[in-house]
């Protein structure tokens, strides 16, 4: 077998936060120290390092294991040459990510943040034109109808648009990291059976993240709780607003303990208090994960606490009967929280919602395969 | 008893009695000039004295010590002042002046002729710190075996005064009362041979050294390996079981930036090897397995010995260890991950005894008691690239390991280019006077001393 380096591999992986490449010298040390990596067999983070050291971008592209890193910090607080293993597996995931989306635009983004930000204003300024030029008639008495104002089921269209969207380049993204990392051909030489049976795996760790817990000593054990709290604020507001908007966007004003509001609250309080305290532990370093801060990271971290900061608003607004300030609002929620998905889902650190449980999937169908024995040839009696 | 301040003169002042030391001592004291060593300890040897053989030639180490030694205490040029600490070093002119404490040994060494009845009389032992706590001495006695000098050293730590030493002398040189002694030494040159320490076992808590007695230092190993070794057998520490599985962790207290050494050692690597070797000689059914990030054998032999340690069967493991927890019967559980395989990397092996390749560190602070400077490693720094036993200081030069981590071959060799440096300078300092150099006789006479002795030793190697 050929093998074929790139030597602008680590150079690539420097653009995407990787900048201590160069100091490890493989001892091996945080591979040892990941309770993970120490316990499973793994061979992550120094195969990782290894592999960007060496320019083996087809087997960095083959290798799930950096979707299976949660980023504890153990291992670049133990690393004897201070080299940061956690941060180069953190960054060879914004290459992943890049490399898996087939439009560019996630290596666009990452590299350029300025981009990013430009490509959020652009998607945010045509919601805001959308609404400017095609709301409904406004009006100004109470009970605030924002049903007249935007009509549900022309939100709901634009929804499943966006979604519609937004899915096939996630997917299509997945797909390739599918292919990539089962070999292409492999892929269809495993058994469906095999891949039925692991499926329960890719939802226990999407909704679990179980995994996590099992991570070292450096990470606080309030973490799991809070990124935990975050996903369900998240998958929250998906449901609230692909499923079931239809009853969530409603102009009768419910009993403050009607589950409409009770669950809308939740999510607020979900996505507000996890965004908020990882934004303080990033601005003042306290957690290890929260060393390093590349500009994806801010993004993703101040566009979800102002989509959920003015979705509350929305709600405050309407509830206490101010027409206009709920339209306002509204026009500025929507101008927030779409950009925010369209840019942040397919393109950059949004991905990894699909990305992590996918690996872990993908490791358990490998291994399952594995498992295996290979089918021997009849043994010919000999005479 | 007040301490008296006495005034003392000498050519060069060498601080420091180690194999560096004593090297320096006698390169000069052979030009003819006379020479005091300072020695903190109750004997010269330094280092080097306590080790087993040296690499790659496995020679018994203290054949080659033992001679220089007693060399440098008989040398008619040579001082020899143990027990004794520099307080300061101020230039003054051109020549240094020093300020050295004498410690209370409570034994006169005018008096003590080292007839050991003082330490047949006491009833009290303790851990012999030469032997690093392995075996016992007395609470006064000679400090080892072949210490030079040998005088007694009374330890007030665990002296109970009882006075069985002082009626067993037999010339009466046992004085509890004595004070510490400060004297004041002028020299026209100091030679600073301060060597090395090694920092703890502690250091990674990662590798639970506090919890575990089998978890030695390689000084340590080497007394077990030593011809007069406390057990005369390789013991694991914890229960005097003879080890059958014995772990070398390389780079345990160097090249690791998390403990503050981010440089080389550049010594474990070899005496790792050596020690493998000795052991497998001492124990020929033990598995013997060196853990190591890379092989730095870079002297003269040093890669062929590496080579002969494979071929003997010593197992060598790139990876550093990265944890070490204690196992049942005192055994440790050693964490690395074996980078050079590809299935499983990350294993759990247990040893019985684990020996850890501790970091090389000053065993002086110069800048507390001097204008020297160190480096950032906190060695003494040699500005001058090419003159590297030269200080920021002129007349104060530096030898050995207090430069840096070295092995003996390199100490020796810079021993000798320390005192080739010192006699240049006190040359320089002869003519800037207008004089003539006073010792030009003693030198020519030892040039043609030493045309001799090398004719006396090709004359000898023919007969080989």
Redesign the interface.
């Known amino acids: 077998m050929t093998t074929q380096l790139h030597k602008t591999l680590h150079e690539d992986i420097h653009l995407f936060g990787g900048k201590d490449v160069d100091l490890c010298m493989n001892c091996g040390t945080c591979t040892v120290i990941c309770p993970l990596a120490r316990e499973e067999g793994g061979t992550f983070p120094r195969r990782i390092i290894r592999l960007i050291q060496t320019g083996q971008k087809r087997l960095l592209l083959k290798s799930l294991d950096p979707w299976l890193c949660y980023y504890c910090g153990d291992c670049s607080e133990n690393c004897p040459r201070q080299a940061n293993p956690a941060e180069t597996m953190m960054a060879s995931r914004r290459y992943l990510t890049s490399q898996y989306d087939w439009t560019g635009l996630a290596r666009l983004f990452y590299n350029s943040a300025l981009t990013e930000i430009l490509a959020i204003v652009l998607v945010g300024l045509f919601v805001t034109a959308l609404f400017v030029f095609l709301h409904g008639p406004m009006v100004l008495s109470t009970p605030v109808e924002l049903n007249t104002f935007a009509p549900v089921k022309w939100v709901e269209l634009g929804d499943w648009i966006m979604a519609a969207v937004l899915s096939f380049f996630l997917l299509t993204n997945a797909a390739r990291m599918i292919w990539n990392t089962l070999d292409g051909k492999q892929m269809f030489r495993i058994s469906p059976l095999i891949y039925g049976k692991a499926v329960p795996v890719f939802f226990d760790h999407m909704f679990t993240q179980r995994r996590s817990r099992q991570c070292g000593s450096a990470r606080s054990r309030a973490f799991w709780l809070k990124h935990l709290l975050l996903v369900t604020g998240y998958l929250s507001m998906l449901v609230l607003v692909l499923i079931l908007l239809r009853w969530f966007q409603t102009d009768t004003i419910y009993p403050i303990y009607n589950p409409q509001r009770l669950w809308g609250y939740y999510a607020t309080i979900a996505l507000l208090y996890p965004t908020g305290a990882f934004m303080i532990s990033r601005w003042r370093k306290k957690e290890p994960i929260h060393f390093f801060s590349e500009a994806s990271d801010w993004i993703f971290l101040v566009m979800l606490f102002l989509t959920a900061l003015t979705g509350i608003m929305v709600s405050l607004a309407r509830v206490n009967g101010f027409p206009m300030a709920t339209y306002v609002i509204y026009v500025i929620h929507l101008s927030i929280a779409v950009p925010m998905l369209v840019v942040e889902v397919p393109f950059s650190k949004w991905s990894h919602l699909l990305y992590r449980p996918l690996a872990l999937y993908l490791v358990s169908v490998k291994k399952a395969a594995a498992a295996i024995p290979l089918k021997t040839q009849p043994e010919t009696a000999t005479a | 008893m007040v301490a008296m301040e006495k005034q003392i003169h000498t050519d060069v002042l060498v601080v420091g009695g180690g194999i560096a030391g004593i090297q320096s001592a006698l390169d000069m004291a052979d030009q003819g000039f006379k020479v005091i060593i300072v020695e903190r300890q109750s004997s010269i040897g330094g280092q080097m004295i306590a080790l087993s053989k040296v690499f790659p030639t496995l020679d018994c180490a203290s054949c080659i010590t033992t001679p220089k030694m007693s060399a440098a205490a008989h040398h008619p040029n040579i001082q020899i002042m143990v027990n004794t600490e520099v307080n300061a070093l101020k230039t003054v002119g051109t020549g240094q002046q020093v300020t050295v404490t004498r410690k209370a040994t409570y034994v006169d060494p005018e008096k003590c002729i080292g007839c050991r009845l003082c330490e047949y009389a006491c009833e009290i032992e303790y851990p012999d710190p030469f032997e690093l706590g392995l075996g016992a001495i007395r609470a006064i006695a000679i400090p080892f075996t072949n210490a030079i000098p040998q005088k007694a050293v009374l330890n007030p730590d665990y002296c109970t005064t009882c006075g069985l030493c002082a009626r067993a002398c037999p010339t009466d040189a046992i004085d509890y009362a004595q004070e510490p002694q400060t004297f004041t030494i002028q020299a026209d040159t100091v030679i600073v041979a301060s060597g090395f320490a090694l920092n703890s076992l502690q250091v990674k808590p990662?590798y639970n050294a506090a919890q575990s007695k089998n978890v030695i230092s390689p000084l340590t190993m080497e007394r077990l390996l030593a011809p007069h070794a406390p057990y005369g057998r390789v013991l694991r520490p914890s229960d005097g079981k003879v080890p059958g599985s014995i772990a070398f962790v390389q780079?345990a207290g160097s090249?690791?930036?998390?403990i503050g050494v981010p440089y080389c050692s550049r010594v474990c690597c070899m005496y790792a090897i050596k020690q493998a070797m000795l052991l497998s000689g001492a124990l020929p059914m033990a598995d013997i397995t060196i853990y190591y990030?890379?092989i730095r054998a870079f002297g003269k032999g040093y890669e062929q010995f590496y080579q002969n340690a494979k071929a003997m069967g010593i197992n060598f493991v790139r990876?550093?260890?990265?944890?070490i927890e204690s196992a049942p019967n005192d055994d440790m559980l050693l964490?690395?991950?074996?980078?050079e395989e590809a299935?499983?990397?990350?294993r759990k092996q247990r040893h019985d005894l684990v020996v850890l390749a501790q970091g090389m560190l000053p065993q002086w602070n110069v800048s507390e008691h001097s204008a020297l400077q160190r480096g950032p490693d906190g060695f003494v720094a040699s500005p001058d690239i090419i003159n590297p036993s030269a200080t920021n200081l002129p007349g104060v030069f530096a030898a050995g390991t207090a430069l840096g981590p070295k092995d003996i071959v390199d100490t020796i060799t810079e021993s000798g280019a320390a005192a080739m440096a010192a006699r240049r300078y006190l040359h320089r300092q002869n003519s800037d006077d207008n004089q003539s150099l006073p010792h030009n006789t003693a030198v020519v006479h030892l040039m043609q001393r030493t045309a001799t002795e090398a004719h006396a030793d090709q004359a000898a190697q023919a007969r080989l």
């Open positions: 990662q780079c090249r690791d930036e998390t990030m890379d990876g550093k260890v990265a944890l964490h690395v991950e074996y980078t299935v499983n990397p990350c």
